[in-house]
Nanobody
Framework: DVQLVESGGGLVQPGGSLRLSCTSS????????MGWFRQAPGQEREWVAS????????WYGDSVKGRFAISQDNAKRTVYLEMNDLRPEDTAMYYC????????????????????WGQGTQVTVS
């Protein structure tokens, strides 16, 4: 079974930092795409960031650019989201997503079509 398991969420004060992790099993994303999304209550799911595994190109949503950083450790089958200068509006459930069948610039242009999703980890900034 394909599994993406997120961890690292929690409660943090405004201006604080958190690092989310997402570890995969059951599929090899080392040549695919991985990303982070978030969803606040009553709002649509919002794309946060994506990374292309080969070449490590990265893309960010406007609301997090300059504050969040996505990275990947293929040996550990893990993607990270380093979140700095957190704001109350960053409060949401954060989801990891991945697709082994996409690559290159498709990691960005097809970011809403990733096949595999985790269950989410809650981030609360208050």
């Amino acid at each position: 079974d394909v599994q993406l398991v997120e961890s690292g969420g929690g409660l943090v004060q405004p201006g604080g930092s958190l690092r989310l992790s997402c570890t995969s099993s059951g599929n090899d994303y080392s040549s695919g795409c991985m990303g982070w999304f978030r969803q606040a209550p009553g709002q649509e799911r919002e794309w946060v960031a994506s990374i292309r595994s080969v070449g490590s190109s990265k893309w960010y949503g406007d609301s997090v650019k300059g504050r969040f950083a996505i990275s990947q450790d293929n040996a550990k089958r893990t993607v990270y989201l380093e979140m700095n200068d957190l704001r109350p509006e960053d409060t949401a459930m954060y989801y990891c997503a991945a697709d082994s069948g996409l690559s290159g610039v498709l990691c960005y242009s097809r970011r809403y079509n990733y096949n595999d999703w985790g269950q989410g980890t809650q981030v609360t900034v208050s």
